[in-house]
């Protein structure tokens, strides 16, 4: 690496540092003290005058708690490569984990269940899911890529017209991609779908800062209406715990529950016609 890369890669990493310092609510001080390092070698690595040694990249990123991804973003900022492999669902590399999500969508039936990943992209379904999703007319697949719930749940072609109380529910899933992509770079994935889908028609114009809803309910229900009759849900999400792959990492199991005894005596009703 020249002097000069040297020098726009250090700029590079101590502008990503500061801004994840403050999003993660670190003083200087702070994670110096955190990381046992000195406030000054936090200063002089944030204004370019240091460059860090890998660990040390390694460590303030462990400290402030950030998701892989950008680990690795910090580090290539600082001109190290990656430390975290990227590794696609179906390799022979993550065989155990799709063995765990086989697990987790089979236990969820008769209820839905599917596995996305962080860009809300479906990448797993149990047929209790597959089910729902026919019948209200949603594609599964093609050749444009696997469906996309934050695209489904925002097109005027998807999920508007049999989402009870759309408005409400939409902006809860708006707000939760906000949080999802905070601190991401101007090229993330997730932070492109964002601005696709907020450039839908109709979609209000404050849903494009993150602003999240003051909203008394505990948990808000996600409510069909279908044929005459609602389906209502609350959900669940889960993740793996001690990860040490960003796919794996950003992986999201959500799990469809009945909200009340009417949506559950229609599952039920359904699963005993098809036995």
């Known amino acids: 690496m020249t002097a000069m890369a040297a020098k726009q890669s250090i700029s590079e990493f101590g502008q990503l540092l500061k801004q ?52 690795n973003r910090l580090l290539n900022a600082s001109g190290y490569t990656g430390a975290y492999a990227e590794t696609a669902l179906d390799d022979d590399g993550l065989s155990q984990v799709r063995r765990a999500l086989d697990h987790i969508l089979r236990q969820q039936e008769p209820y839905p269940a599917v596995v996305m990943n962080r860009c809300f992209d479906v990448l797993m379904i149990n047929h209790a899911g597959a089910k729902m999703m026919n019948m209200l007319g949603l594609r599964l697949g093609g050749e444009a890529g696997p469906p996309n719930l934050l695209r489904l749940t925002l097109h005027g072609d998807g999920l508007r017209g049999v989402i009870k109380d759309w408005d409400r529910v939409a902006r ?104």
């Open 20 to 71: 994840w310092r403050q999003i993660q609510g670190f003083s200087q001080l702070d994670l110096a003290l955190a990381a046992n390092s000195s406030a000054r070698h936090v200063s002089f690595i944030e204004t370019g005058r240091s460059r860090p040694s890998r660990e040390m990249v390694l460590r303030l990123a462990e400290v402030m708690d950030l998701p892989l991804r950008e680990r």
């Open 172 to 275: 809860h899933m708006i707000e939760r991609a906000h949080r999802q992509v905070r601190g991401a770079g101007e090229t993330d994935p997730l932070k492109k779908l964002i601005a696709e889908v907020l450039a839908y028609p109709d979609i209000p114009d404050d849903w494009k800062l993150e602003n999240p809803a003051d909203d008394a309910l505990p948990i808000l229900p996600l409510a069909f209406e279908l044929g005459g009759h609602t389906l209502s849900w609350i959900t669940t999400i889960a993740s793996f715990g001690t990860p040490q792959d960003v796919t794996a990492e950003e992986i999201m199991v959500e799990c469809m529950f009945p909200a009340d005894g009417e949506t559950e005596a229609a599952v039920l009703a359904l699963q005993d016609s098809e036995d």
